[in-house]
């Protein structure tokens, strides 16, 4: 069984930093694609970062050059810096078996195994 469980957020004031970690367990940790979304109150979830097993990644346009998404063996890790109130949401940590084409990797449909969230919030 796919267990995932997210630490690390947080309150913080803009510009600052937080890194937030997921630890899974229950897979192979080879077999998954694992990512990061991230849902607004009123808003569908969206995708924030994505890293495949070959270490590839993939970011949203509105967090690129600010965040950092990492992976060690099992463990999802990302590092949020220069944070803006609209980076404000609920965190998930996600993952699937196998790979995503690129231009689905940002899809949280696409994922099958979800973590409870970890809350952020950044004010001004």
């Known amino acids: 069984q796919v267990q995932l469980v997210e630490s690390g957020g947080g309150s913080v004031q803009a510009g600052g930093s937080l890194r937030l970690s997921c630890g899974g367990s229950?897979?192979?940790?080879?077999?998954?694609?694992m990512g990061w979304f991230r849902q607004a109150p009123g808003k569908e979830r969206e995708g924030v970062a994505v890293?495949?097993?070959?270490?590839i990644t993939k970011y949203a346009d509105s967090v690129k050059g600010r965040f950092t998404i990492a992976r060690d063996n099992a463990n999802l890790y990302l590092q949020m810096s220069s944070l803006k109130p609209e980076d404000t949401a609920m965190y998930y940590c996600?993952?699937?078996?196998?790979?995503?084409?690129?231009?689905?990797?940002?899809?949280?449909?696409?994922?099958?195994?979800w973590g409870q969230g970890t809350q952020v919030t950044v004010s001004s």
């Open positions: 996600a993952a699937r078996a196998g790979r995503l084409a690129w231009w689905a990797k940002l899809i949280a449909g696409n994922f099958a195994y």
């Open positions: 229950g897979y192979t940790d080879n077999m998954y694609t």
């Open positions: 890293i495949d097993s070959d270490g």
